[in-house]
């Protein structure tokens, strides 16, 4: 498979997790709206993905592999802190502040793989990352307003959500195992740890008192099998590529909602959102324009001054 290739099977699983992403925010408004528990609604995608994963394992789309948990209870751990935390983020502050906490998120992976992975980026990479974060926080952020339990959880939020991106990258790779046969262990033991965690949050006598009409539980199973096709592609995309690629990736989400909430629900696009959007983009297509770059010129062959300038070193 050449790069043109590769690249357009990443592209692919971007669009769908781009595609999922966005429906599966309209989608969870709606459901929300007649079952407001979101941490036990996580708890159903979660058997939900561990069931399709369980489907595709048994018809053969992909094969099991046996996997140290030890090595993957670090994964599970990042990700029940990612839940939680944000929800705590949310339920304590603003949405100013808490937007501008996901916006952390793409300099921490890019500071964590960096500094701790040793994995390199441009000063051309940088700027683009600079770029994306500022146009999402003019788009985003109208104003801000903090309190200590809200930042706590916040901050902490950012490093649980960055290490749970970089990790899922660096498992696949260190226990070479696939997007899927990583996901089917790490799915179930974070069900176990959410199944602990819920109550905190969501009441059970509530859970079990709210019903149901046939227009909720329809939307309900529709947010599960959306969940299945968010969290594949998102190990698909940084088994392919990175934490921080997947990052740059999932800005183009935020600004397709803003797009979305102006075509369908007439929201306001003041200028100042739309000059966010074109920084936004702006961004996103430099950097992917360096990494399809930096990727063409690793596989091309050496030139011929590059091998006489090596042969005359020996």
């Not at 309209?26 to 994963?53: E, R, W, Y």
């Not at 075509?263 to 966010?276: A, R």
């Not at 690793?298 to 006489?308: C, D, G, T």
Request: proline share 4%; with cysteine.
């Amino acid at each position: 498979m050449n790069v043109l290739q590769k690249n357009a099977v990443t592209l692919s699983f971007i669009a769908a997790n781009t595609f999922s992403s966005v429906l599966i925010i309209a989608v969870n408004k709606v459901v929300f709206n007649a079952f407001p528990f979101p941490t036990f609604i996580t708890f159903l995608h979660f058997i939900f993905t561990f069931s399709g994963l369980a489907m595709c394992a048994k018809v053969g789309l992909f094969h099991p592999k046996k996997l140290s948990m030890l090595a993957v209870l670090p994964l599970s751990l990042a990700f029940c802190g990612y839940v939680v935390l944000n929800n705590l983020s949310l339920q304590y502050n603003q949405v100013g502040f808490y937007q501008t906490m996901k916006i952390m998120v793409t300099p921490t992976v890019a500071i964590i793989e960096v500094f701790i992975y040793k994995k390199k980026l441009t000063a051309s990479m940088w700027y683009c990352l600079g770029a994306i974060c500022l146009g999402i926080g003019i788009c985003t952020v109208d104003s801000i307003q903090m309190n200590p339990i809200g930042v706590i959880a916040g901050l902490s939020a950012v490093v649980s959500t960055s290490f749970y991106q970089v990790w899922s990258g660096v498992r696949q790779k260190s226990l070479q195992a696939s997007s899927s046969q990583l996901l089917l262990y790490q799915v179930p033991m974070s069900m176990f740890i959410l199944l602990f965690i819920f109550p905190l949050f969501d009441s059970p006598k509530d859970i079990v008192m709210t019903g149901l009409d046939a227009t909720s539980g329809s939307m309900l199973l529709l947010s599960c099998c959306l969940s299945f096709a968010v969290n594949i592609t998102i190990f698909l995309i940084i088994g392919r590529t990175n934490a921080v690629t997947y990052n740059v990736a999932s800005h183009v989400k935020t600004v397709l909602n803003y797009c979305v909430a102006f075509i369908i629900f007439g929201d306001p696009l003041t200028w100042k959102v739309v000059v966010g959007i074109m920084l936004t983009l702006g961004g996103i297509f430099s950097y992917s324009y360096i990494k399809i770059k930096m990727q063409q010129q690793a596989l091309s062959p050496p030139s011929a001054a590059a091998v006489s300038a090596k042969k005359e070193d020996v």
